[in-house]
């Protein structure tokens, strides 16, 4: 399976600022994810990263919030802009492999003050 | 829109003792089914994954079903053990490769 880090593992910032997460991958692939975890919540998909095209966002969350990079097959970047105490997250990035079994890296844990 | 439910929400049993966590969907119109653990404020590590034309898979001392037609799934953990405390999540993935998480079984093992 894949193996995949992420940058920073936490970070507490202030209000108004911006924060990139980024997002490393062992392997070349196709897919990849970004997820959101607010304290006490499961997981929600934030948007879908593919290599050479502009991210797919879903529902509630929007390119100017969450602007996301995908520059090649193994990295993508994840930018939280105009942060607010809502924002405080763990963030998480995910890729697919085989029969779309999807991996996960260590999250990024995100207080905003 | 699917949703997904997991009951308990927590749990707490004595090493040693074989437990089930439930998942269930809304939506039978899945591609397939995952089992992660979550440690607390750590990432998800994948356990079991069930594609949508299988009833059943193992490892090691988990074994996961899957009833796709009643939109429920059973992750059974066997001889329980201190390091199995964790957050057990289920996730359902339909057409897209959008997985659509439970809030998952908080489990404790007590020595």
């Known amino acids: 399976s894949a193996v995949i880090s992420q940058k920073p593992s936490r970070d507490i910032c202030q209000r108004g600022t911006s924060l990139t997460i980024q997002c490393q991958v062992d392997?070349?692939?196709?897919?990849m994810f970004w997820y959101r975890q607010q304290p006490g919540q499961s997981l929600t998909l934030i948007a879908t990263a593919n290599q050479g095209s502009e991210a797919t966002y879903e529902s509630g969350f929007v390119i100017d919030k969450f602007p996301i990079s995908r520059p090649n097959l193994t990295f993508s970047t994840l930018t939280v802009s105009n942060m607010s105490p809502e924002d405080s997250s763990i963030y998480l990035c995910?890729?697919?492999?085989?029969?779309?079994?999807?991996?996960f890296g260590p999250g990024t844990r995100l207080t905003v003050t | 829109k699917q949703e997904v439910t997991q009951i308990p929400a927590a749990l707490s049993v004595p090493e040693g003792e074989n437990l089930v966590l439930n998942c269930s969907f809304t939506d039978s119109a899945i591609y397939n089914l995952q089992w992660f653990r979550q440690d607390p404020g750590k990432g998800l590590t994948s356990l079991l994954l069930?594609?949508?034309?299988?009833r059943e898979q193992t490892s090691g001392r988990l074994n996961a079903s899957l009833d796709k037609s009643s939109g429920r799934s059973t992750l059974y953990i066997a001889a329980s053990q201190p390091g199995d405390s964790a957050t057990y999540l289920c996730a359902v993935q339909g057409g897209s490769e959008k997985l659509v998480f439970g809030k998952g079984t908080k489990l404790t093992v007590n020595p």
């Open positions: 995910s890729v697919e492999e085989g029969v779309r079994e999807q991996y």
């Open positions: 069930i594609q949508s034309s299988q």
């Open positions: 392997s070349q692939v196709t897919m």
